[in-house]
């Protein structure tokens, strides 16, 4: 049974850095984009960051552009989502998915994602 395991989250300061990882069980998404969301208390679900099936394209939300970064391992069957600069408006749970599509591209919709995580919250403790 595929499985998404998140991991990393935990108290930061502003301007602090976290690394989330992501790692999946069960079967391999070396074919699949795989991204990050993250929810805030009473917010909606929304995309964080994306990464191809390749490893050679990005996406960010524009609210944390040039802070974070994504990156996988395909080896590890890993994702991973370093968080530098971090604002008190970073604080959300977190969550990495993977597409259901093989081979396509970045979305940004919840609804293309099969597999999801278990979430790791992220909180400012500024």
């Known amino acids: 049974q595929a499985q998404l395991v998140d991991a990393g989250g935990g108290l930061v300061q502003a301007g602090g850095s976290l690394r989330l990882s992501c790692a999946a069980s069960?079967?391999?998404?070396?074919?699949?984009?795989m991204a990050w969301f993250r929810q805030a208390p009473g917010k909606e679900r929304e995309f964080v960051a994306g990464?191809?099936?390749?490893?050679?394209?990005?996406r960010y939300a524009d609210s944390v552009k040039g802070r974070f970064t994504i990156s996988r391992d395909s080896a590890k069957n890993t994702v991973y989502l370093q968080m530098d600069s971090m604002k008190p408006e970073d604080t959300a749970d977190y969550s990495c998915?993977?597409?259901?599509?093989?081979?396509?591209?970045?979305?940004?919709?919840?609804?293309?994602?099969?597999?999801w995580g278990q979430g790791t919250q992220v909180t400012d403790s500024t």
């Open positions: 990464i191809t099936w390749s490893g050679t394209s990005t």
């Open positions: 069960g079967r391999t998404f070396s074919s699949y984009a």
């Open positions: 998915a993977a597409d259901s599509r093989a081979f396509a591209s970045i979305a940004v919709v919840t609804t293309v994602y099969k597999y």
